[in-house]
């Protein structure tokens, strides 16, 4: 009996060792569990996005991870379903992973907030971060806002003052098209907001929302963009979505320019073709071309090592911030533990591999930094998913002249 009991208190004293350990720690590595679609219609993407992870956190590591330990990304598919990745979030948080990161899908990324607030506020002892890596919806770091949420990308309204401000002067009709779902809705109202505040002359001759990963033909669609007489198609549209679209635009040879938000993302290059010279723009925060264009010669080095290993464009600059953002908020909170980390993080700034200043704004957690229009043309350095034709920075805006106002009235844990 006597020693049933000491084994017994053994064991509740090596539990409670590995509880004290903190989160992930007990593994030797700090565990970030990725949640994307990996497979189905935006598989492409998905992939793409932990490949080029993979790649920065195999750089992160080489320079020590955090705490004298490796970050670790645990992939779970989510197949664009906002179910599966709440099935994911479950798992990270049975097993004690401080962080979650998705980025594809708004309505997943507004799934995740709720969840997450809720699992945290009832389990104290394994909390976790979602850190949003491309999830834009406006409201999700306004009305929406959580202090366990922190996005990394800028959000829809921000990339819509840049897109009415790009316009030329001599374009004076476009047209909407949208995924129906909340980003695409949220595309459609922000930019229709800043073509009436910022370009009142412009008339949005066609506005249409259709339904996510379903239309396989987009030709209607095109005929009905050219019976409009818009000038311009502007689309938030991403993925085959995307690559669809413009693939019909261009094949039908209708007289138009393009105005996205991911034309430059995996799929998107060979979609357009030589055919799209000049005519396709994309707001982005990273280009192949943007490190020669300023004369950064380490972010330069870093693509084409990039390059030579993989089939495809590095055009994730913005992931490379975010892993930099967790090592330095996790070396300075001096623990795993998502509390810490998250009071780390906030208010924090970073100079990002390319030189610019960058900073998680306290307020709402959304990250302010620079962003970049490209077009895409030939005669660049660098071409894009081997087409002879690249993304040339046609504008850079400063974090400065990116912020805009919140109205996040954020719920804060007691520390």
């Known amino acids: 009996m006597a020693m049933r009991i000491l084994a017994r208190a053994a064991g509740v004293a090596l539990l409670a060792c590995v509880a004290l350990a903190g989160p992930a720690t007990a593994q030797g590595t700090i565990k970030i569990a990725y949640t994307d679609p990996l497979s189905g219609p935006f598989a492409q993407v998905g992939d793409a996005n932990l490949k080029q992870m993979q790649y920065i956190l195999d750089y992160i590591n080489s320079k020590g991870g955090a705490l004298g330990k490796k970050f670790e990304l645990v992939p779970f598919d989510n197949k664009s379903q906002p179910s599966d990745a709440l099935i994911a979030l479950k798992s990270a948080t049975d097993q004690n992973i401080p962080f979650i990161m998705q980025c594809s899908g708004s309505n997943i990324a507004a799934a995740l907030i709720e969840a997450v607030d809720k699992h945290n506020s009832r389990n104290p002892e394994s909390r976790i971060i979602y850190v949003n890596c491309g ?67 412009v008339q949005v001759v066609g506005d249409e929302l259709i339904p996510l990963g379903k239309i396989k033909d987009f030709a209607p669609y095109i005929t009905k963009i050219k019976a409009s007489g818009a000038q311009v198609l502007i689309t938030g549209n991403w993925g085959p979505d995307m690559n669809l679209l413009i693939k019909a635009g261009i094949d039908s040879g209708i007289d138009l320019r393009y105005y996205t938000l991911y034309a430059h993302i995996a799929g998107g290059a060979v979609a357009i073709g030589p055919g799209g010279d000049g005519k396709v723009r994309s707001v982005m925060s990273f280009n192949e071309n943007v490190a020669p264009e300023i004369g950064n010669k380490e972010a330069e080095e870093w693509t084409k090592a990039f390059r030579d290993k993989y089939p495809f464009d590095f055009y994730a600059a913005g992931f490379r911030t975010i892993f930099e953002y967790l090592q330095e908020a996790t070396n300075k909170a001096g623990s795993a533990d998502p509390l810490k980390i998250a009071l780390a993080l906030e208010g924090l700034k970073h100079k990002d591999f390319l030189g610019y200043e960058t900073v998680m704004r306290k307020d709402d957690h959304q990250l302010i930094s620079e962003y970049f229009v490209g077009t895409f043309k030939k005669g660049v350095k660098y071409d894009s998913e081997k087409t002879g034709l690249g993304w040339a920075t046609e504008a850079t805006i400063l974090a400065k002249d990116l912020e805009q106002p919140t109205s996040c009235k954020m719920t804060r844990p007691a520390k």
Do not use: I
């Open 135 to 201: 999830a834009v919806a406006t409201e999700l770091t306004n009305e929406k806002c959580s202090f366990w949420h922190f996005r990394f990308d800028a959000h829809v309204a921000m990339k819509a003052e840049v897109m009415a401000r790009a316009l030329p002067k001599e374009v004076t009709k476009v047209y909407l098209l949208n995924q129906d779902y909340l980003f695409g809705q949220s595309v459609q109202r922000d930019v229709k907001a800043f073509l009436a505040k910022l370009r009142p002359d």
